[in-house]
Nanobody, 127 residues
Framework: QVALVESGGGLVQAGGSLRLSCAGSGRTFSNYAMGWFRQAPGKDREFVAAQNRNGGNTLYADPVKGRFTISRDNAKNTVYLQMNSLKPEDTAVYYC????????????????????WGQGTQVTVSS
């Protein structure tokens, strides 16, 4: 079992950058694939990025490719989302999530494959 806490959200102007962090508890953090999702008002939760447990395999949603980078530091039980060139359409609550290592990499885009979620952190990008 793992508990997740996001931080690093805030208000930023378009074109700016933010780095989100997600701290996990428990000694088995490194066993989990990790993902970032976001949810804007009135919209479904959508996939942003994911990384397998050793950081060797990453996935990105098309709208964030080339702008966002997911990384993890298993020694610190933390996963990061570096967000550059932010756009107003990136405004949302961002959630990190942990998936069992038995989930296929191609399934890491699916929210239902994640068993543990953080509480979310708000990111607002002004135009």
């Amino acid at each position: 079992q793992v508990a997740l806490v996001e931080s690093g959200g805030g208000l930023v102007q378009a074109g700016g950058s933010l780095r989100l962090s997600c701290a996990g508890s428990g000694r088995t953090f490194s066993n989990y694939a990790m993902g970032w999702f976001r949810q804007a008002p009135g919209k479904d939760r959508e996939f942003v990025a994911a990384q397998n447990r050793n950081g060797g395999n990453t996935l990105y949603a098309d709208p964030v490719k080339g702008r966002f980078t997911i990384s993890r530091d298993n020694a610190k039980n933390t996963v990061y989302l570096q967000m550059n060139s932010l756009k107003p359409e990136d405004t949302a609550v961002y959630y990190c999530a942990a998936a069992s290592p038995t989930v296929w990499p191609s399934e890491l885009t699916l929210p239902g494959k994640y068993g543990y979620w953080g509480q979310g952190t708000q990111v607002t990008v002004s135009s």
